[in-house]
């Protein structure tokens, strides 16, 4: 079946010049243009509309209502919202984030016939309840439509409310947070529920910072705290540890016969190792695992049994290689270094020393 692509503008000029220009593309989308949101309601209650094109500020129903009644009723369809952003940064954080597109005027018709073919093609759009409806969004709404209005949105037992006049946030209240705290927090919120209040007044006005910075700065906190960004910054102090312990132990691969130095734990388990690039064999590592923890065990007993001051460092020779071991200090793990026979032992045991202490605080 044919996509339709519903265009809605009380500006009539406007309407004809898209209706016109669009026609060429009659082969991907049948167009429809309305003047009115009423008249785009009464479009959308007797056609499957796969696209709504509309400005915000409009006589009558606004553009924002408009929005919120698609929301509710025709769920599957996409909207891209003509506006003045004045921001290329928030126009393009707005698209990526919300459920929504948009397109700022004055705007080319190719820029539009792109949004279009865009917004058509890709699983975007609305879903589920009204509370799903992105928060940036609603309040992007507000600001486009220049509206005098407060949102109240609750989230479980908490409750928030922004203030919006001619354009601008103006106030933010939740809990016993008011101003930008207050707006960051309830801009954080994955879920809830909405009410408009048209005309509505705060007590007072604690926000004098511009939209497009209180968004921007609201994203960018959402987006810290968000748990997938936790995981991302976990993950990056775990290559950024790792890569800090492999440059302390590539000193030992500069000592002259060392095939294999890895940092291990009392299982056998390498933490991170380097091997001599200009050694054409080379060890199994994972191997370790089973060599590593019966050989300790029995060492550790030895030690016990003579009373000895604990392990410091351990040389054997096994399969025609020497193994040389050292306990990192007040760590379970250990630093394993397999090398050749002739290796300068002394020169081990110095460069254990001096990469100890480091060792142990990386790890």
């Given at each position: 079946m044919q996509k339709?692509?519903?265009?809605?503008?009380d500006e009539e000029d406007l309407t004809w010049s898209i209706s016109?220009?669009?026609?060429?593309?009659?082969?991907?989308?049948?167009?429809?243009?309305?003047?009115?949101?009423?008249?785009?309601?009464?479009?959308?209650?007797?056609?499957?509309?796969?696209?709504v094109v509309s400005d915000i500020k409009m006589p009558g129903m606004s553009g924002l209502e408009l929005l919120v009644k698609i929301k509710e009723t025709y769920s599957t369809t996409k909207v891209i919202i003509m506006t003045a952003f004045g921001s290329a940064e928030v126009q393009r954080e707005a698209t990526d984030r919300g459920s929504l597109y948009y397109i700022e005027k004055p705007f080319e018709i190719e820029e539009l016939r792109t949004l279009i073919h865009r917004a058509l093609t890709e699983k975007k759009g609305f879903d589920g309840k009204v509370s799903d409806f992105q928060l940036s969004d609603l309040i992007q709404m507000n600001i486009l439509g220049r509206m005098k209005a407060a949102l109240v949105v609750n989230k479980d037992e908490e409750k928030g409310t922004l203030y919006f006049s001619d354009g601008n946030i103006v106030h933010a209240e939740c809990g016993t947070l008011i101003g930008e705290e207050a707006f960051y927090k309830i801009l954080a919120w994955e879920n809830g529920r909405f009410e408009f209040r048209k005309g509505e007044d705060p007590e007072k006005e604690t926000i004098d910072k511009g939209w497009q910075s209180l968004l921007l700065e609201g994203m960018r906190r959402k987006d810290e705290y968000s748990p997938e960004t936790k995981t991302q910054i976990k993950e990056e102090s775990r290559q950024e540890m790792l890569e800090k312990i492999k440059s302390s132990i590539a000193e030992f691969i500069k000592i002259k016969g060392v095939d294999l130095v890895a940092v291990i734990d009392d299982a056998g388990f390498s933490r991170a190792s380097l091997f001599n690039e200009k050694k054409e064999e080379r060890m199994d590592i994972t191997l370790l695992s089973t060599i590593i923890p019966p050989g300790l065990e029995y060492l550790l007993k030895v030690d016990t049994e003579l009373k000895g001051e604990g392990l410091r460092f351990i040389t054997l020779d096994f399969n025609k290689k020497t193994i040389f071991m050292a306990p990192v200090p007040g760590r379970k793990e250990w630093l394993f270094v397999l090398c050749e026979p002739e290796v300068n032992l002394g020169g081990l045991r110095m460069a254990?020393?001096?990469?100890?202490?480091?060792?142990?605080?990386?790890?």
């Open positions: 339709k692509v519903l265009i809605v503008d016109k220009n669009l026609s060429k593309d009659k082969d991907s989308f049948d167009l429809i243009c309305v003047n009115n949101a009423q008249e785009a309601l009464n479009v959308l209650s007797q056609l499957p509309v796969d696209l254990f020393k001096k990469q100890a202490p480091l060792l142990s605080e990386l790890l």
